[in-house]
């Protein structure tokens, strides 16, 4: 039996969800990022005494790792790793792309393409198959209107994420598809559930949030 609190701070809203054996038993979303530091703290605290739990009776604490917004990863792995060490539990990370996959896993494409803000024409993005393994690994991409065409030419690949607004604009090919997908810590319920039976736990003075790498015009496929 494993009962895990989950904390995303990554996208654009802030959320907690508490689960037991891989399902959720609630959760709380703040549709404001600005104030998750403020926000983060009570909503564990109502979340945990919803369901009559202290903290030293979860199995283990988990959170979006990244990548996101550079705050919002700063505020929920501190918050993350500080109640771990409080209550001596184990820490659990979860790519926060692969997070947002799960969001879309029943929609009918090929393939699955989360993406993340960054800036200007930039988006953090990775692409995935239906069995959230990748297709492309989690790159810093400028957007063109030729990004992804190795791709594109024969899967239909669903597009979404606060990042695939501007790809929106740029691309034409039939192939490409968008939807506006809700995400929260709900979505990192079974990843975290998967990790912790396979003890597949963050070094919890090491951890640090993914904040990407320098940008590039064309990633590498890995197919």
Avoid at 50 to 73: K, M
Avoid at 139 to 167: P, Q, R, V, Y
Avoid at 171 to 194: D, G, Q, R
Wanted: charged share 20%.
């Amino acid at each position: 039996m494993s009962i895990i609190l989950n904390i995303d701070t990554a996208v654009e809203t802030s959320s907690v969800c508490l689960a037991k054996d891989g399902k959720a038993l609630g959760v709380k979303i703040n549709p404001s990022q600005k104030d998750s530091a403020a926000w983060l703290h009570i909503a564990i605290h109502e979340l945990l005494q919803e369901h009559n739990l202290t903290i030293q009776q979860l199995d283990a604490i988990a959170v979006s790792e990244g990548p996101g917004s550079y705050t919002g990863l700063r505020v929920g792995m501190s918050t993350a790793k500080g109640l771990c060490y409080v209550a001596q539990k184990p820490l659990i990370t979860i790519n926060t792309l692969q997070m947002m996959a799960v969001a879309a896993q029943n929609e009918p494409t090929d393939l699955l393409c989360p993406m993340i803000d960054a800036r200007r024409m930039e988006v953090f993005t990775a692409v995935f198959d239906h069995q959230l393994n990748y297709v492309l690994q989690p790159a810093n991409l400028i957007l063109n209107e030729n990004s992804l065409e190795d791709l594109l030419k024969d899967c239909t690949i669903l597009f979404f994420g606060n990042g695939s607004s501007k790809f929106r604009e740029l691309i034409k090919h039939h192939n490409a598809m968008f939807k506006t997908l809700e995400i929260s810590a709900l979505f990192m319920v079974s990843l975290s559930n998967k990790k912790f039976v396979k003890q597949d736990f963050a070094n919890l003075a090491y951890s640090q949030p993914f904040y990407g790498k320098d940008f590039h015009s064309s990633p590498k496929l890995s197919l």
